[in-house]
C-alpha cells in the first residue's frame, strides 16, 4: 500500500494551497481517509476525515470553515483544500487510510502517507 501525498510548498497567510493524496495498493472506496498534521515539537493532530463515499465529512474546530476534505474514487485521491491559511496552520501533513469508518484518532489508521510540507508565512 503506498499513500502519496502531494501539494504542499510555501504560502502566504490568507492564501489557499490544495493537497493531494494518490492511494495504491487497496481498495480505495472501501477506507475512510483523513488528513493529519505534525508541527515542529508537537504532537500529530487530527485535521479531518472523510468517510469512504465522501458523503460524510469532519474537521478539527481549528480548520472548519477554511478547509474542505473530498475525495474522487475513481480516481483513487483524497483532496485537502486549505484556504485563508494561518502561520499557525504549518506543519507537515499526512494522508491516512482507515479501513473502518474514520476517527479522530491517528491509531485507528491502518496506512500513512510519507507527509507533505506546508509553511504559511505571515
Known amino acids: 500500500v503506498q499513500l502519496q501525498a502531494s501539494g504542499g510548498g510555501l504560502a502566504q497567510a490568507g492564501g489557499s494551497l490544495r493537497l493531494s493524496c494518490a492511494a495504491s495498493?487497496?481498495?480505495?472506496?472501501?477506507?475512510?481517509m483523513g488528513w493529519f498534521r505534525q508541527a515542529p515539537g508537537k504532537e500529530r493532530e487530527f485535521v479531518a476525515y472523510?468517510?469512504?463515499?465522501?458523503?460524510?465529512?469532519y474537521y478539527s474546530d481549528s480548520v472548519k470553515g477554511r478547509f474542505t476534505i473530498s475525495r474522487d474514487n475513481a480516481k483513487n485521491t483524497v483532496y485537502l483544500q486549505m484556504n485563508s491559511l494561518k502561520p499557525e496552520d504549518t506543519a507537515v501533513y499526512y494522508c491516512?487510510?482507515?479501513?473502518?469508518?474514520?476517527?479522530?484518532?491517528?491509531?485507528?489508521?491502518?496506512?500513512w502517507g510519507q507527509g507533505t510540507q506546508v509553511t504559511v508565512s505571515s
Open positions: 495498493g487497496l481498495t480505495f472506496r472501501r477506507y475512510a
Open positions: 472523510i468517510n469512504w463515499s465522501g458523503g460524510s465529512t
Open positions: 491516512a487510510a482507515d479501513r473502518n469508518s474514520g476517527s479522530y484518532y491517528s491509531s485507528q489508521y491502518e496506512y
